[in-house]
């Protein structure tokens, strides 16, 4: 997993080397598995998937832009 912030985004990747990709699933109200990419989808301002170059395995990334930035003289203080 890496984590990173800039003045105007956040992203997140996670890899893993597993052959399965992700699924869009027909979920019913009672599942417990199968809703992590409908989540991101819906929270993140764009997301995807890619696959490893060595063939097996895939990284799920998400990015979400940031409208609003705290000036570096306020951080720490207290409102």
Do not use: E, N, Y
Not at 31 to 53: F, K, Q, S, W, Y
Request: hydrophobic share 35%; aromatic share 4%; net charge positive.
């Amino acid at each position: 997993m890496s984590l990173w912030l800039t003045p105007d985004k956040l992203c997140v990747r996670v890899t893993d080397h597993g052959s399965g990709r992700p699924q869009q699933l027909d979920l019913g109200l009672d599942a417990t598995h199968g809703r992590g990419m409908p989540i991101v989808a819906a929270l993140a301002t764009t997301c995807g998937v890619l696959p490893l170059p060595c063939g097996t395995g895939k990284t799920v990334w998400a990015r979400w832009h940031r409208t609003h930035t705290v000036p570096s003289a306020a951080h720490g203080q207290r409102r």
